[in-house]
């Protein structure tokens, strides 16, 4: 498994930090879990994969746009 490292600063708690963390990859793991089981169940292709995120990103553009980010 990856480590990732992180510099706290001094003033910031670090348990808060860790139970943040943790709770941001608990919560990650759980949409990719999702995001595989919908996808065998859907029986998606490559390329049905490549077209949808194609579409995200064109769509994401689009809100990029609108919130002038």
């Keep these: 498994?990856?480590?990732?490292?992180?510099e706290?600063?001094?003033n910031i708690p670090i348990d808060r930090i860790k139970m943040?963390?943790?709770k941001?990859?608990?919560e990650e793991r759980l949409k990719?879990?999702?995001f595989e089981?919908?996808?065998e169940e859907l029986?998606?292709?490559e390329e049905d994969l490549k077209d949808f995120e194609k579409a995200r990103?064109?769509?994401w553009k689009e809100e990029k746009k609108r919130l002038g980010l």
Excluded at 1 to 6: G, Q, Y
């Design 43 to 45: 029986n998606l292709t």
């Design 24 to 26: 941001l990859i608990t």
């Design 20 to 22: 943040k963390i943790q």
């Design 57 to 59: 990103e064109e769509a």
């Design 8 to 10: 706290v600063p001094e």
């Design 1 to 6: 498994m990856p480590t990732i490292t992180v």
């Design 37 to 39: 089981k919908a996808k």
């Design 32 to 34: 990719w879990e999702l």
